[in-house]
């Protein structure tokens, strides 16, 4: 299944409904029901400062995604209002710092489920303490218009994907930690696995990082 280009550097003239909360760091399109003009949708990072103290600025991020309905860019799904990945960022008390800190990252877009559909790769970070903890989420869509988390990695520290070389694949890396692991000493430094779906469910070779 052919699908027109992916990534789009900015939001240019579309017009999005409600607008996006923000400075737009990434602008990723996304056909999640199909490669119809109906079935374009967009998925956008952008973050907002809550917030700045002792030479350090905080952000709020947010994962927006629209579909195009009647020429106009409509709301599906947001995070943190609709819920994971991302926190709602909150001040600490009585300090000049907001936690948690977060990143975000659109992957990419493809077909992981074998269909003429699309489900969008999210990566992100948060931390409050120490290295905090990393995620990777597939959205596709679903029933009446919506979007769902299809399947969602976490794993300590840090988690990177990339859509796989043949196009229906994530690959995975980061540290392993086994169940009686430290965070300060993961039991495999540098890990790699692969997370595809095949008869109806995701599977993760070798299983490394928890998924659900």
């Known amino acids: 299944m052919v699908f027109a280009s992916g990534l789009a550097a900015s939001a240019g003239t579309d017009v999005f409904s ?42 709020q991020w947010y994962l927006s995604i629209y579909a195009m309905r009647r020429g106009i860019y409509r709301l599906r799904y947001q995070s943190p209002k609709n819920g994971a990945p991302l926190e709602a960022v909150t001040q600490a008390s009585g300090a000049k710092m907001w936690f948690p800190i977060q990143d975000v990252h659109i992957v990419g877009a493809a077909s992981l489920t074998g269909h003429s559909t699309q489900q969008l790769v999210v990566q992100s970070h948060e931390m409050a303490a120490d290295c905090g903890g990393a995620t990777v989420t597939v959205f596709a869509s679903g029933p009446g218009d919506s979007v769902v988390r299809a399947v969602t990695v976490t794993n300590q520290c840090e988690l990177t994907a990339k859509i796989g070389a043949d196009g229906s694949s994530i690959d995975l890396s980061g540290p392993y930690y086994n169940s009686t692991a430290p965070m300060c000493c993961p039991t495999k430094n540098s890990a790699s696995a692969v997370l595809r779906y095949r008869g109806g469910k995701w599977i993760e070779s070798p299983k490394y990082f928890a998924f659900n």
Do not use: E
Request: glycine content about 14%.
């Open 18 to 59: 409600p607008s996006i909360p923000g400075t737009v760091s990434q602008n990723q399109i996304a056909h999640l029901t199909g490669p119809s003009t109906n079935g374009q949708w967009r998925a956008i990072a952008s973050k907002k400062v809550v917030g700045s103290g002792n030479g350090q600025t905080f952000y």
